[in-house]
């Protein structure tokens, strides 16, 4: 074993990315927390098989606990419940199979033909600031690129309401079935959030199920400063939260909720003899594998119920709100650099800006662009993950660590500039 470890160290310690290192902005990607190894390590070591109470009752408790605790901070009702999964974009696939099965409706010629039976006429909303995996749970639901119906968003970069209120009527006069909007709190590029309180009001109106991805900005709602940006997100049919992203947590653990979960036990509830747990009293007849796509599931819920008592609500939600006047203040610096463009004012710990230094090209701005990020990459100071905003590219930093402060951002706006002027243009250029 200990040879083992010696030559596995430089590939797995050597060659792993410091998620948690102060200057690391990639992705949307938590930094973890000290009480997550004791937690993996005793998960590990008991070996649950958490397919539900009959496998795992204790796991389940501490599971079930959690979730009424997630569905309590979304301001879901009592009814709510939901399940843990591997990450958003399972818990996105989940939720849109529910919203779809739903719209198709429980009739006879569904359950024998599927949503095949109304395939034609479904339509799930989507605006192009939705996460990928949102489009890839329509495909995965047997549906093409025609199910989905792209929503316009406004100047802001956010959902158009009153464009989706048009599209939504004109579809339903056409007799289409819009199965589901999906709206996002917290995009994977800049962080926007849509406004869900007026979305919630159409859906409502409509009939037609809200899904809001609050995959990452979901853990704003710990924040007392920045819950107010979410207002409309307890209105939703159900909600992706990943704890693995701004909650900090470990790897890996996604909750998707339903504000009435007997509509996915509708779609995932599944009978054969080797699990005939209905004839059991409640709690030992809950089994996960009836609200989502898993079956075998590993004890997700230990570390994050472990942090939350742990370090208390609280703690997390001063780190939440320090990291996004962490974003907040590097937008500060931007505005202040004559060589720097902000894009727009961060909503939650996410912002995105430009080096566009004068005299300088649309192309070549946009090259240099990409490579002061790669440079930034190559020397180990900071972790910019490659992206861009309206088809060119951007610098973008999503603060997720605990260790980042503002010194942190004075020194990557440096840092950049260094870059710019020292390193990637010749010397002679102004
Ligand atoms: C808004 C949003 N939804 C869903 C996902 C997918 O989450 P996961 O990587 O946990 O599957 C992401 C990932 O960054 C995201 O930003």
């Given at each position: 074993?200990a040879?083992?470890?010696?030559?596995?160290?430089?590939?797995?310690?050597?060659?792993?990315?410091?998620?948690?290192?102060?200057?690391?902005?990639?992705?949307?990607c938590?930094?973890?927390?000290?009480?997550?190894?004791?937690?993996?390590?005793?998960?590990?070591?008991?070996?649950?098989?958490?397919?539900?109470?009959?496998?795992a009752?204790?796991?389940t408790?501490?599971?079930?606990?959690?979730?009424?605790?997630?569905?309590q901070?979304?301001?879901?009702?009592?009814?709510?419940?939901?399940v843990?999964?591997?990450?958003?974009?399972?818990?996105?696939?989940?939720?849109?199979?529910?919203?779809?099965?739903t719209?198709?409706?429980?009739?006879?010629?569904?359950?024998?033909?599927?949503?095949?039976?109304?395939?034609?006429?479904?339509?799930?909303?989507?605006?192009?600031?939705?996460h990928?995996?949102?489009?890839?749970?329509?495909?995965?639901?047997?549906?093409?690129?025609?199910?989905?119906?792209?929503?316009?968003?406004?100047?802001?970069?956010?959902?158009?309401?009153?464009?989706?209120?048009?599209?939504?009527?004109?579809?339903k006069?056409?007799?289409?079935?819009?199965?589901?909007?999906?709206?996002?709190?917290?995009?994977?590029?800049?962080?926007?959030?849509?406004?869900?309180?007026?979305?919630?009001?159409?859906?409502?109106?409509?009939?037609?199920?809200?899904?809001?991805?609050?995959?990452?900005?979901?853990?704003?709602?710990?924040?007392?400063?920045?819950?107010?940006?979410?207002?409309?997100?307890?209105?939703?049919?159900?909600?992706?939260?990943?704890?693995?992203?701004?909650?900090?947590?470990?790897?890996?653990?996604?909750?998707?909720?339903?504000?009435?979960p007997?509509?996915?036990?509708?779609?995932?509830?599944?009978?054969?003899e080797?699990?005939?747990?209905?004839?059991?009293?409640?709690?030992?007849?809950?089994?996960?594998?009836?609200?989502?796509?898993?079956?075998?599931?590993?004890f997700?819920?230990?570390?994050?119920?472990?942090?939350?008592?742990?370090?208390?609500?609280?703690?997390?939600?001063?780190?939440?709100?320090?990291?996004?006047?962490?974003?907040?203040?590097?937008?500060?610096?931007?505005?202040?650099?004559?060589?720097l463009?902000?894009?727009?004012?961060?909503?939650?710990?996410?912002?995105?800006?430009?080096?566009?230094?004068?005299?300088?090209?649309?192309?070549?701005i946009?090259?240099?662009?990409?490579?002061?990020?790669?440079?930034?990459?190559?020397?180990?100071?900071?972790?910019?993950s490659?992206?861009?905003?309206?088809?060119?590219?951007?610098?973008?930093?999503?603060?997720?660590?605990?260790?980042?402060?503002?010194?942190?951002?004075?020194?990557?706006?440096?840092?950049?500039?260094?870059?710019a002027?020292?390193?990637?243009?010749?010397?002679?250029?102004?």
């Amino acid at each position: 074993m200990a040879d083992l470890l010696e030559q596995l160290w430089p590939v797995i310690v050597g060659h792993a990315r410091r998620n948690n290192a102060p200057g690391f902005f990639g992705y949307v990607c938590g930094a973890g927390l000290p009480t997550d190894p004791p937690m993996a390590a005793l998960a590990a070591a008991l070996n649950q098989n958490v397919t539900g109470f009959a496998s795992a009752p204790g796991a389940t408790v501490v599971e079930r606990r959690l979730l009424q605790w997630l569905c309590q901070l979304a301001g879901l009702k009592a009814a709510a419940d939901g399940v843990l999964l591997s990450g958003g974009s399972l818990a996105n696939f989940t939720a849109l199979a529910t919203a779809l099965h739903t719209a198709a409706g429980d009739d006879p010629a569904i359950a024998q033909e599927g949503l095949a039976a109304v395939q034609a006429r479904l339509r799930v909303y989507l605006a192009p600031t939705a996460h990928f995996s949102n489009a890839r749970a329509v495909k995965l639901a047997g549906l093409g690129r025609r199910h989905i119906v792209a929503i316009p968003v406004a100047a802001d970069g956010r959902i158009d309401v009153d464009a989706l209120t048009s599209q939504l009527r004109e579809d339903k006069r056409a007799g289409l079935m819009p199965a589901a909007v999906v709206a996002t709190a917290g995009s994977t590029t800049q962080g926007l959030v849509d406004p869900l309180a007026r979305i919630a009001e159409l859906c409502r109106d409509e009939g037609v199920w809200l899904h809001v991805d609050a995959a990452y900005g979901g853990a704003a709602l710990l924040a007392p400063d920045l819950r107010g940006r979410l207002a409309g997100i307890e209105a939703a049919n159900s909600i992706t939260l990943d704890l693995h992203k701004w909650f900090y947590m470990g790897f890996d653990a996604s909750a998707v909720l339903f504000a009435e979960p007997h509509r996915a036990r509708d779609v995932f509830y599944t009978s054969a003899e080797y699990v005939d747990i209905e004839r059991d009293p409640p709690p030992e007849r809950h089994a996960f594998f009836h609200y989502g796509p898993e079956t075998s599931r590993r004890f997700r819920a230990l570390g994050p119920f472990v942090a939350l008592c742990h370090y208390g609500r609280e703690t997390l939600a001063a780190n939440i709100s320090h990291n996004a006047a962490c974003a907040r203040y590097l937008a500060g610096l931007v505005e202040a650099a004559d060589d720097l463009q902000l894009i727009a004012q961060p909503d939650l710990s996410i912002c995105c800006f430009r080096w566009c230094g004068r005299g300088y090209d649309r192309g070549a701005i946009d090259r240099m662009n990409q490579q002061i990020q790669q440079r930034l990459l190559a020397e180990g100071s900071y972790y910019l993950s490659p992206t861009t905003i309206a088809g060119r590219p951007v610098l973008r930093v999503c603060v997720q660590g605990h260790q980042t402060n503002a010194d942190t951002m004075d020194g990557l706006v440096a840092t950049i500039q260094k870059h710019a002027y020292a390193c990637c243009l010749p010397r002679s250029t102004p």
